[in-house]
């Protein structure tokens, strides 16, 4: 069920306030999120993520077998890949409302991208209508949300478009 917009005012205030929020959102979810992320300047694109070149052996072109992570204390340490099995692209936008400073933690390679046509066995990029890549598929987001005090903790976003990586 869709998170109510009492609920999403509540995260706003918790975030503003210093609280750290993960969001772990598949493609083709209704998750009420838009609203929220967008004050942020996230969105959740809409597609699902197909990579020839990080992909699971011969497996679903969707079964991405992550290997390319930024610099951040959360990657820190990554050597091995990470099983992102449907993802959804996530991007950050200074100009549409954001106001800290997002990081990408693991991106698609260029061969990749984002498949409209749910209905195809075997997605081909299809000019037009699918978005090229590369992708952001997991961020974080550091909020300036006002003076800074040394009592409290800085507000902090980890954004995914997959939650099944979680059981890797």
Same mark, same amino acid.
């Given at each position: 069920?869709?998170?109510?917009?009492?609920?999403?005012?509540?995260?706003?205030?918790?975030?503003?306030?210093?609280?750290?929020?993960?969001?772990?959102?598949?493609?083709?979810?209704?998750?009420?999120?838009?609203?929220?992320?967008?004050?942020?300047? #996230?969105?959740?694109?809409?597609?699902? *993520? /197909?990579?020839?070149?990080?992909?699971?052996?011969? $497996?679903?072109? @969707?079964? !991405?077998?992550?290997?390319?992570?930024?610099?951040?204390?959360?990657?820190?340490?990554?050597?091995?890949?990470? #099983?992102?099995?449907?993802?959804?692209? *996530? /991007?950050?936008?200074?100009?549409?409302?954001?106001? $800290?400073?997002? @990081?990408? !933690?693991?991106?698609?390679?260029?061969?990749?991208?984002?498949?409209?046509?749910?209905?195809?066995?075997?997605?081909?990029?299809?000019?037009?209508?699918?978005?090229?890549?590369?992708?952001?598929?997991?961020?974080?987001?550091?909020?300036?949300?006002?003076?800074?005090?040394?009592?409290?903790?800085?507000?902090?976003?980890?954004?995914?478009?997959?939650?099944?990586?979680?059981?890797?």
């Amino acid at each position: 069920e869709p998170v109510s917009s009492e609920e999403r005012d509540q995260l706003s205030q918790f975030v503003l306030m210093g609280g750290r929020l993960l969001h772990l959102i598949d493609p083709q979810t209704t998750h009420g999120l838009d609203e929220l992320l967008a004050q942020w300047g #996230l969105a959740l694109t809409p597609g699902i *993520i /197909v990579d020839p070149t990080d992909r699971m052996a011969q $497996g679903s072109p @969707t079964a !991405l077998l992550v290997k390319r992570f930024t610099e951040h204390s959360i990657t820190h340490g990554f050597t091995a890949p990470i #099983l992102f099995p449907v993802s959804r692209p *996530i /991007v950050y936008g200074a100009e549409s409302g954001g106001r $800290g400073k997002f @990081t990408s !933690l693991a991106e698609t390679s260029e061969d990749s991208w984002a498949e409209m046509n749910f209905a195809q066995h075997h997605p081909a990029f299809d000019e037009g209508m699918d978005q090229k890549g590369p992708f952001t598929l997991a961020g974080a987001l550091k909020l300036e949300t006002g003076p800074s005090n040394p009592t409290s903790h800085a507000s902090n976003l980890v954004i995914i478009g997959n939650s099944a990586f979680v059981s890797n």
